[in-house]
């Protein structure tokens, strides 16, 4: 069966789910701003292939057909996403939103079967370096060369920041000055995942370049880092302006910079600083996930390369 054959034959409605509570409201309450943004649009995204007005009307219907139905279609979404060239995160995210909202679905009793459609394969972390600390340098030493603008103080305190502590750009973008102790020394974000702001103490280099940062931003209350651009001048950076500031800041030092490259330099020097102790790093990263700092330390070894040159030695 086609695709297109597929999505035609699913009912428009369900009179069995038609009374249940909203399953997408359900799915969404009590997730970070974050998560909620992301998977709002996933579910947005689904609605838009099976041509529904709503995320709820896209659900219901897709969950309306049946076990063998559903699966099939939510097969067919992820055939689409991969048509379009979306990344293997993106199209895993999308289906983990549909299988998360059909789990709801099952516990609320209106279905009584889960979704099996499976996540893409990726290789994920293979470049694990970032720029380095050689590259971060050469970045703040380019900052430290500029007119004293603005922008200079702005990039430079973002810099420090996405480095100093590891932050990922959503992290750094979605701060407000309130989130900011420069008396203390402290910085609250929201992590990846989290629902509740976590503190984090500010080295102070780090310390030093949001206080110039702060000092011609104003104390106002509001977003932390703002577009200097003159067409969006005040509104909050945005995470695509982040990695157009990087990337631009890396090409004038000839570097590709991208802003999770600079937490994956900050993590690698954390593993090299403390000799590699995974446990203490995992605080200062906040991975969740042991392994994921595993890959580090192992690609910052080079375990691979240094074991392929003992079998290559021996022939």
């Given at each position: 069966?086609?695709?297109?054959?597929?999505?035609?034959?699913?009912?428009?409605?369900?009179?069995?789910?038609?009374?249940?509570?909203?399953?997408?409201?359900?799915?969404?309450?009590?997730?970070?701003?974050?998560?909620?943004?992301?998977?709002?649009?996933?579910?947005?995204?689904?609605?838009?292939?099976?041509g529904e007005e709503t995320s709820e009307a896209a659900v219901r219907r897709l969950l309306a057909g049946g076990k063998g139905q559903a699966n099939e279609t939510a097969h067919a979404y992820r055939a689409a996403l991969l048509d379009r060239g979306l990344s293997p995160s993106t199209v895993n995210r999308?289906?983990?939103?549909?299988?998360?909202?059909?789990?709801?679905?099952?516990?609320?009793?209106?279905?009584?079967?889960?979704?099996?459609?499976?996540?893409?394969?990726?290789?994920?972390?293979?470049?694990?370096?970032?720029?380095?600390?050689?590259?971060?340098?050469?970045?703040?030493?380019?900052?430290?060369?500029?007119?004293?603008?603005?922008?200079?103080?702005?990039?430079?305190?973002?810099?420090?920041?996405?480095?100093?502590?590891?932050?990922?750009?959503?992290?750094?973008?979605?701060?407000?000055?309130?989130?900011?102790?420069?008396?203390?020394?402290?910085?609250?974000?929201?992590?990846?995942?989290?629902?509740?702001?976590?503190?984090?103490?500010?080295?102070?280099?780090?310390?030093?370049?949001?206080?110039?940062?702060?000092?011609?931003?104003?104390?106002?209350?509001?977003?932390?880092?703002?577009?200097?651009?003159?067409?969006?001048?005040?509104?909050?950076?945005?995470?695509?302006?982040?990695?157009?500031?990087?990337?631009?800041?890396?090409?004038?030092?000839?570097?590709?910079?991208?802003?999770?490259?600079?937490?994956?330099?900050?993590?690698?020097?954390?593993?090299?600083?403390?000799?590699?102790?995974?446990?203490?790093?995992?605080?200062?990263?906040?991975?969740?996930?042991?392994?994921?700092?595993?890959?580090?330390?192992?690609?910052?070894?080079?375990?691979?390369?240094?074991?392929?040159?003992?079998?290559?030695?021996?022939?």
């Open positions: 069966m086609t695709s297109t054959t597929a999505l035609s034959v699913i009912p428009k409605r369900s009179a069995a789910l038609a009374a249940r509570r909203p399953l997408v409201e359900s799915f969404l309450s009590g997730r970070s701003p974050r998560t909620l943004e992301a998977y709002s649009s996933d579910l947005r995204d689904f609605a838009h292939f099976l999308r289906l983990a939103a549909l299988r998360s909202v059909a789990k709801v679905a099952r516990l609320f009793g209106a279905v009584d079967f889960t979704l099996d459609v499976e996540s893409v394969k990726s290789q994920a972390y293979r470049d694990t370096r970032g720029p380095g600390r050689t590259g971060v340098r050469l970045l703040l030493d380019e900052l430290a060369s500029r007119t004293n603008t603005t922008k200079t103080a702005r990039d430079h305190a973002l810099v420090r920041l996405l480095y100093d502590l590891g932050l990922r750009r959503g992290e750094a973008v979605a701060l407000d000055l309130e989130d900011v102790d420069l008396k203390v020394g402290t910085v609250s974000i929201l992590g990846k995942g989290r629902t509740e702001k976590e503190t984090l103490t500010l080295p102070e280099p780090t310390k030093a370049a949001l206080e110039a940062w702060v000092s011609v931003r104003g104390t106002w209350s509001g977003p932390l880092f703002l577009n200097c651009d003159r067409a969006a001048k005040g509104s909050r950076l945005t995470g695509r302006s982040v990695a157009r500031v990087l990337a631009a800041l890396g090409s004038a030092v000839g570097l590709v910079v991208r802003p999770h490259g600079l937490r994956h330099a900050a993590v690698t020097e954390a593993l090299d600083a403390t000799g590699g102790n995974v446990r203490a790093v995992q605080r200062f990263s906040r991975h969740k996930d042991l392994r994921v700092l595993t890959l580090y330390d192992d690609n910052r070894q080079d375990l691979g390369g240094e074991v392929a040159r003992l079998v290559a030695a021996r022939v």
